[in-house]
Nanobody, 124 residues
Framework: QVQLVESGGGLVQAGGSLRLSCTAS????????MGWFRQAPGKEREIVTA????????YYAASVKGRFTLSRDNAKNTVYLQMNSLEPEDTAVYYC?????????????????WGQGTQVTVSS
């Protein structure tokens, strides 16, 4: 069993920053890649960023490149999403996810485990 729990969401003004955290727990050791997705009302869940197990490879959606930074601390089973220069268009529920192995993946249907999501709201 693998459980993912996100935290750090909230309400911020445009131009502000937030840091999201996602901690994984479970009884079975697994070297898995992880990612962040987001879903705005009425829209499909989309990739935000992803990272491989070793932390050497990352992917960023064009809409967040240069503003968001993904990192992981494998010893703490945690990934972080630092979000700077937030825009109203970033408003969404943000989900962390774990993949089936160590390879970086960007398709949502490739991920196996999902957190419950955390709301990020950016006001103008």
């Amino acid at each position: 069993q693998v459980q993912l729990v996100e935290s750090g969401g909230g309400l911020v003004q445009a131009g502000g920053s937030l840091r999201l955290s996602c901690t994984a727990s479970g009884r079975t050791f697994s070297n898995y890649a992880m990612g962040w997705f987001r879903q705005a009302p009425g829209k499909e869940r989309e990739i935000v960023t992803a990272i491989n197990w070793g932390g050497s490879t990352t992917y960023y959606a064009a809409s967040v490149k240069g503003r968001f930074t993904l990192s992981r601390d494998n010893a703490k089973n945690t990934v972080y999403l630092q979000m700077n220069s937030l825009e109203p268009e970033d408003t969404a529920v943000y989900y962390c996810a774990a993949g089936p192995d160590s390879r970086l993946r960007i398709k949502k249907d490739e991920y196996i485990y999902w957190g419950q999501g955390t709301q990020v709201t950016v006001s103008s």
